[in-house]
């Protein structure tokens, strides 16, 4: 079955350190998105990308930094610049395209030791 | 800009009761709408979308909603609810620059 896998489920961060989450999609999509949830305020998108290799920031990038080496893989890096990390991580992958309903995963819950 | 906004932060209703959820959106180009269910600790899954054509779209369980460009809304309805739409629902809408803009969610708690 095609799907979105991110990896693992639950992480825990010591202070200071960098983590990364990982993203893959086996559905041919082009474009891949990160998201932050926090209780209350709904989703905040991190960071996107289009095609492979390009990818821009979006309203909540400090902190946080990606890449985009292959189609089917969006990692998604938690630096120790993001001073409140603690977060629910979503993933999703679209068609490009005006319309295209984005494919989520089933999320990373990140927590500080 | 784009933005969505959802009336209801949490809505408790009794098993097989009607439900609305609420959703008005903003937006100066062409709409299309969704609707995602989150479940507890899951990601979102696609409940509907309105894209173009019949102002009314249905899901498989009996969801639906309509699209008002009037009223600049598109609410969730579902005739008779169950225990397991207990949930949090998010109406979203693209953007201009075509990212996804979601409103901030309404939490759906069905009591036996």
Sequence with gaps: ?113 | AQSVTQLDSQVPVFEEAPVELRCNYSSSVSVYLFWYVQYPNQGLQLLLKYLSGSTLVESINGFEAEFNKSQTSFHLRKPSVHISDTAEYFCAVISNTGKLIFGQGTTLQVKP
């Design chain 1, 1 to 113: 079955d095609g799907g979105i896998t991110q990896s693992p489920k639950y992480l825990f961060r010591k202070e200071g350190q960098n983590v990364t989450l990982s993203c893959e999609q086996n559905l041919n999509h082009d474009a891949m998105y990160w998201y932050r949830q926090d209780p209350g305020q709904g989703l905040r998108l991190i960071y996107y990308s289009q095609i492979v290799n390009d990818f821009q920031k979006g309203d909540i990038a400090e902190g946080y930094s990606v890449s985009r080496e292959k189609k089917e893989s969006f990692p998604l890096t938690v630096t120790s610049a993001q001073k409140n990390p603690t977060a629910f991580y979503l993933c999703a992958s679209s068609r490009t395209g005006d319309n295209q309903p984005q494919h989520f995963g089933d999320g990373t819950r990140l927590s500080i030791l």
